[in-house]
């Protein structure tokens, strides 16, 4: 049994980019715990996901929607209501990266990561922030990082801004929401094997230069972001505001 602080059994999440990767693996993890899922993609089926969640008890209602622009985000929130009938929680996950050095990079590869990474998540999070107040119980919101939310990185000049964007809109947005009983907060995560960082891996090099300074010795996978998204939608962390946690495997220690 569960500790009652832990409790989230019976909530509703948005998770967004829910169809693979870490937004598979945090919805998964909720689910776990009782959650009903609105997963939120724009891919056309989200059917790998739909099972495992459902296997768990829980529901899974897909919305497929492409956060590159705002045009979807009021819907996202109504459908939800509409479904499930209160929201409680919102996983902004669902996140891109363009890899080119600095010097040649384009305008298109800046606003599509910037889109996606960063006024999705600002403008869903205002959104859910919304809903939770005129529903009067708080909330959480669970921003997705990234390790280059504290270091530079290397030819990938606008994920590196959206996700220090990332790290800044997790504190304000707490400063503003915290008075209404909402927590926003954000997991930074480190080196995960998913399709994000296949190009990575696939670099012999850059992959033993990677797993070299990971004190964990080895790659982080989806399901390693479970406990972390459980524990800051779930009432144990009411207290902590506007941080941003790093699931690295001790990366950033080193
Ligand atoms: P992924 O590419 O495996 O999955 C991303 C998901 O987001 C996919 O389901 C994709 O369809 C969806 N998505 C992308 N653009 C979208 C859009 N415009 N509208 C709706 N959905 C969209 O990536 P991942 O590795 O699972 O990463 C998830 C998040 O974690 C991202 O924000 C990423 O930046 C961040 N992150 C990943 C790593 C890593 O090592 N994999 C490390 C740090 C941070």
Redesign the pocket.
Known sequence: MSHILFEIKGKVAIV?????????GQALGLAEAGVNIVG????ENSDETRKLVEATGAKYHYIK????STAPIDNIIKETVDTFGQLDILVN?????RREDSINFTEKDWDDVMN??VK?VFFLAQAAARQFIKQGTGGKIVN????LSFQGGIRVPS?TAS?SGVLGLTRILANEFGQHGINVNAI??????????EALRADKKRNAEILDRIPANRW?T?ADLKGPVMFLASSASDYINGFTIAVDGGWLSR
């Open positions: 967004t980019g829910s169809t693979t990767g870490l937004g598979q939120v993609d724009y891919v929607a492409d956060l590159s996950n669902a996140g891109i990266i996606v990474n999705a997705n990082a990234s390790m994920y996700k930074a995560p480190g080196y995960m094997a998913t399709n994000n960082t982080g989806p």
